[in-house]
C-alpha cells in the first residue's frame, strides 16, 4: 500500500505485520540477478511501491493505481496469464486483459483504470517464451556503434604513439625487452672464440715491479709465444696499453708490430665529459686497432652494439671500427668475406647488412643514436669458452681450443672495475654484471653468427608500422569491451573485462617472445598492451555515459502512456 502521498510503500501480510521495500531490496536484487523479469503487485495502491523499486531496476513493474477488489484483481491476473501464455506481447496481454475488465465496471468503478505498468526504458518487454529459455545476458544496454569503436580507437592509438614519441614507455619497453631476450630458447656456444682472463690471481702472481695495469711486459710476450703456434685466426688485446714497452723486451715490440692478426684496443674521446680518450699501444699500427666504447642505456644496461663511429679531431683514439668489428673482420677474411658498404651507407659483410638503429617512436631518441648502433644478440652466460692467464702459461690448455679460433685476452679482475649490466641482471649486484672482456666476445660472436650462421639479428620495427600496431591492438581492445558490453552486474561485467584484457595482453607478449626468437624483430609490447587497455577502458565509459543518458529524470523508470490512458477519477 502506498504511504506518504504514493512515494513509499508497504506489503502488509495481515493487519499487525507489513514489509518495506527496504527490508525485501537484498532479496529483489538477488531475484533480478537470477532473471526476474517481472514484478507483480496485484492489490491496494501500489504507485509507492513502484517509486520506491525504481532503483533496482527491475524490467516491468505492474501494479494498481487504487485498493483493487479481490475479484477485480483475480479476473485481471487470470486474463493477463491467458493473453500472454499465448504468445501476446506483455504490452499486448496487459491491454487485453484491462479491456476484458469492462464487464465488471457496472459493479465495479473504474476497473480497467486500476492497472499500471511501470517500464525500464533500457529493457526491452519479455515474452513468455523467452522467460522459459535460457539466458545468456539478462540486461540490455546500449552499444557503440561501429562508427564509436573506430573513433575510440584511432583517438587512443594517437594518444599512446604521442606519449611513446615523448619517451614516457622508455623505461618499461626496455625491461619488457630483457624479459623477452631471457625467455628466448637457448642457444650453442660459439666454438669459434676462446676467452683469456687475467683473473686477480694472475694479477698478484706477476712481478708488481715489472707490471703496469693487469698484464706485464713479460706475461703478454710469453702469453703470445704459447699461443702462436696453435695459429688462431685472430687475437685481441682487451687490455688498454697507452705506454710503450720496455726496453728489454724487443721481441714484444716485434710481436705487436708484425703479428698481423693482433688487434689492439683504445678509447675514443668521451662525448658528455672533456675526456681526451685513451691511446692504443704505440707499437700497434692504426689499421690493426680498434674502440673499445660500449653504450649504455639509461639505466645502466649495455643493449646495444656499436660498429663504426667518427672520432673527434681531438680524441687519442681515432679508430673508426669497433674491437669486435675488427676482429671479426679478420677471422671472415680467411673465408674470403671481406668488409662492403651499400649506398645507404650500411656495412655490409657477404650477404648480410648490418642495418643501423634509427630514430624510433620513443625507444631510443635521435640523440642517443650516435655512430654505427645495432642492438645487440646476446648467447648464454656461458655461451662463450674461457681460460685463465695461469692455464695458458702452464700449459694446462688443449691446443684444439686455440686453433683457427679468436683469442680474445682481457681481465676479469674486480679491481679493476671493468664490469657491466647486461639484459640478463636482475640486480646492480656484482654477481650480476660481466666483465667487458665476455662483452667484447658477445659481439664479435654476434657479427660471426650472422655472417656464417644465419642467426637472426636484432631489429626494431619502423616507426610507421609500429603506429599501425598500436592502432590494431587499439581497435582490438575496443571490439573486445564492446562485445563484453555491460550487463546487470557491473562486477560480472568487469571481471569479463579484465579476463579479456588479460588474455589480450598475455597473448601480445606470447606474440612478440614468438616474433622475437623466430625473426630478430622486437615488437613493443608495453604500448600494444596498453592501447588495448585503455581503448577498452574507454568504450566501457562510452557505454556507461549512454546507459546513463538513457534514465529520466528522477529515475529509470517511465508509466507507458501507450496502454495506460489519463483518465480522471
Keep these: 500500500m502506498s504511504q506518504e502521498e504514493g512515494t513509499t510503500g508497504q506489503i502488509f501480510i495481515n493487519e499487525n505485520e507489513s514489509l518495506s521495500i527496504p527490508q525485501l531490496k537484498h532479496g529483489l536484487k538477488k531475484a533480478i540477478q537470477r532473471g526476474l523479469k517481472i514484478a507483480i503487485f496485484n492489490s491496494c495502491d501500489g504507485l509507492g511501491l513502484a517509486q520506491q523499486l525504481a532503483d533496482l531496476y527491475i524490467p516491468q513493474i505492474l501494479v494498481m493505481r487504487e ?16 493473453a500472454f501464455a499465448k504468445g501476446d506481447t506483455f504490452y499486448l496481454s496487459v491491454r487485453e486483459a484491462r479491456e476484458k475488465l469492462q464487464g465488471l465496471e457496472a459493479q465495479f468503478p473504474y476497473a480497467t483504470w486500476l492497472p499500471a505498468i511501470y517500464q525500464n526504458p533500457a529493457a526491452f518487454p519479455p515474452t513468455w517464451e523467452s522467460l522459459h529459455l535460457p539466458q ?86 710469453q702469453l703470445l709465444q704459447k699461443l702462436e703456434p696453435f695459429k688462431p685466426h685472430a687475437i685481441g688485446l682487451d687490455i688498454y696499453r697507452d705506454y710503450p714497452v720496455a726496453n728489454n723486451h724487443p721481441d714484444l715490440v716485434q710481436q705487436l708490430q708484425q703479428q698481423n692478426g693482433l688487434i689492439a684496443i683504445c678509447k675514443v674521446s668521451d662525448r658528455t665529459l672533456d675526456e681526451p680518450g685513451i691511446s692504443p699501444p704505440p707499437e700497434v699500427p692504426p689499421d690493426r686497432v680498434g674502440f673499445s666504447d660500449f653504450i649504455v642505456d639509461s639505466d645502466g644496461v649495455i643493449r646495444r652494439h656499436l660498429l663504426v663511429l667518427t672520432p673527434e679531431p681531438t680524441s687519442l683514439c681515432q679508430a673508426s671500427y669497433s674491437f669486435s668489428v675488427q676482429l671479426a673482420f679478420r677471422y671472415l677474411a680467411a673465408d674470403g668475406i671481406l668488409p662492403q658498404w651499400t649506398p645507404e651507407g650500411y656495412l655490409q659483410l657477404g650477404k648480410v647488412i648490418f642495418k643501423p638503429l634509427e630514430t624510433n617512436t620513443g625507444i631510443y631518441q635521435k640523440s642517443d643514436l650516435w655512430g654505427h648502433q645495432i642492438l645487440l644478440n646476446y648467447r648464454p652466460d656461458r655461451g662463450i669458452e674461457r681460460v685463465t692467464l695461469s692455464d695458458v702459461l702452464q700449459g694446462r690448455i688443449n691446443p684444439n681450443s686455440v686453433r683457427d679460433r679468436i683469442i680474445i685476452i682481457g681481465t676479469t679482475a674486480p679491481s679493476f672495475g671493468d664490469y657491466w649490466l647486461t639484459p640478463f641482471s636482475q640486480d646492480n649486484s656484482p654477481a650480476q654484471q660481466v666483465p667487458g672482456v665476455l662483452m667484447q666476445a658477445q659481439m ?126
Design 67 to 82: 485498493p483493487v477488489p479481490d475479484r477485480v484483481a483475480q479476473e485481471f491476473l487470470k486474463y493477463f496469464l491467458e
Design 444 to 569: 664479435t660472436s654476434q657479427i660471426l653468427s650472422a655472417v656464417l650462421d644465419k642467426r637472426s639479428l636484432l631489429c626494431i620495427m619502423p616507426g610507421w608500422s609500429e603506429i599501425i600496431g598500436i592502432w590494431v591492438c587499439a581497435l582490438i581492445g575496443a571490439t573486445m569491451a564492446e562485445r563484453v558490453g555491460l550487463s546487470d552486474n557491473w562486477r560480472n561485467t568487469f571481471l569479463k573485462l579484465a579476463i579479456s584484457i588479460s588474455i589480450a595482453v598475455v597473448g601480445l607478449f606470447g606474440l612478440s617472445l614468438a616474433v622475437l626468437t623466430q625473426s630478430g624483430y622486437w615488437l613493443p609490447v608495453v604500448p600494444f598492451s596498453f592501447a588495448v587497455i585503455a581503448a577498452s577502458s574507454s568504450v566501457v565509459v562510452i557505454e556507461i555515459r549512454l546507459q546513463q543518458g538513457k534514465k529520466l529524470p528522477g529515475g529509470s523508470y517511465e508509466i507507458d502512456s501507450r496502454i495506460i490512458a489519463s483518465r480522471d477519477r
Design 136 to 221: 545468456k545476458t539478462r540486461y540490455t544496454s546500449p552499444r557503440c556503434s561501429l562508427r564509436a569503436v573506430l573513433i575510440t580507437s584511432i583517438a587512443i592509438a594517437s594518444l599512446v604513439s604521442g606519449i611513446r614519441h615523448l619517451g614516457i614507455f622508455q623505461p618499461l619497453e626496455l625491461k619488457a625487452y630483457d624479459r623477452l631476450l631471457a625467455l628466448r630458447p637457448q642457444e650453442k656456444p660459439d666454438s669459434r672464440l676462446l676467452v683469456v682472463t687475467v683473473t686477480e690471481a694472475d694479477i698478484r702472481s706477476q712481478n708488481p715491479e715489472t707490471r703496469r695495469g693487469s698484464l706485464s711486459d713479460d706475461s703478454l710476450a
